[in-house]
């Protein structure tokens, strides 16, 4: 049984867009993407039984959460929906003062409950942070956060393994000549993603950065291209991934997006120390 979820849902409500999306919303995200990775690619057995597994693991864990250490226990609860609170986090959390990068922010909805990411890097201490928003019936998130800017601010973090999510603790003051883009190859950024999963696997969207990366289309979707060959399938229709290739120019770009696990979905581009390309996020 899990929290905040009704022992005995009602019986023929159970679909992906019913009864457990509109009373345990934790799940959309996961939900969405065993309905996404279902029939897709001649391996999709294999890949939906690795996000059941995921949940299988969110269970067990659950089931002995006592016996887990608090930072562990910290992620369950979250991943549940039964975050910290916010005043707790702002008196107790984990506090970083830096000029922090918006490396790019998306928006999804479902069932009429918007959802903004927006995605940060520390510039002195290195740290990447995420700022999660919600807001039912419509967009309605705060203008003043804009991708390719350079805040100074203080972050408090909420508690976890691999400490991510974050709130902002005091007024951001815009910093216009502290950006400075961070770079990565493919590699450094597997290599984090891989650590990052393994102290929290339940923790997705995960973000890439990738500094070598150009655009291309191909036979089976678009792809990312490294300077060593490499590829990484890109979730982007064409509407945005022309402009993007414009932008780029043929030659290699520093990409930031998030990744689900399968594909990467563009969110920013940047050319050097200049933002040459965004998802369009229409906030209000």
């Not at 506090?95 to 918007?114: K, N, Y």
């Not at 928003?133 to 419509?138: P, R």
């Amino acid at each position: 049984v899990w929290p905040r979820c009704p022992r005995n849902p009602p019986f023929g409500a159970r679909s992906r867009r019913g009864w457990w999306t509109r009373n345990c919303p934790v799940w959309r995200f996961r939900l969405r993407q065993l309905e996404w990775v279902a029939g897709r690619g001649h391996d999709w057995p294999a890949r939906l039984l690795a996000r059941f597994g995921q949940l299988q693991l969110l269970i067990d864990a659950f089931r002995r959460i006592g016996e887990l250490p608090d930072r562990v226990q910290a992620d369950v609860r979250a991943t549940l929906g039964l975050a910290t609170d916010k005043t707790v986090v702002i008196a107790q959390g984990e506090r970083i003062a830096d000029t922090w990068l918006v490396l790019g922010q998306s928006v999804d909805e479902e069932d009429r409950l918007w959802v903004r990411r927006v995605w940060l890097h520390g510039q002195q201490s290195g740290r990447r942070a995420l700022l999660l928003d919600y807001s039912h019936g419509g967009r309605r998130f705060d203008l003043s956060i804009v991708t390719g800017t350079a805040l100074a601010m203080t972050l408090a973090f909420y508690p976890g393994a691999a400490p991510l999510r974050a709130i902002i603790t005091d007024t951001p003051q815009l910093a216009p000549n502290a950006r400075i883009t961070p770079v990565s190859t493919l590699d450094a950024a597997l290599a984090d993603l891989a650590a990052a999963v393994s102290a929290n696997p339940w923790q997705w969207p995960q973000s890439l950065l990738i500094s070598d990366g150009v655009p291309v289309p191909t036979t089976a979707g678009w792809r990312l291209r490294t300077g060593a060959g490499q590829q990484l399938p890109l979730h982007l229709p064409d509407e945005a991934a022309w402009p993007l290739v414009a932008e780029s120019g043929g030659s290699p770009i520093t990409v930031f997006g998030e990744w689900n696990g399968e594909t990467l979905r563009p969110l920013s581009a940047s050319f050097g120390e200049a933002l040459v390309w965004r998802e369009k996020v229409d906030a209000t």
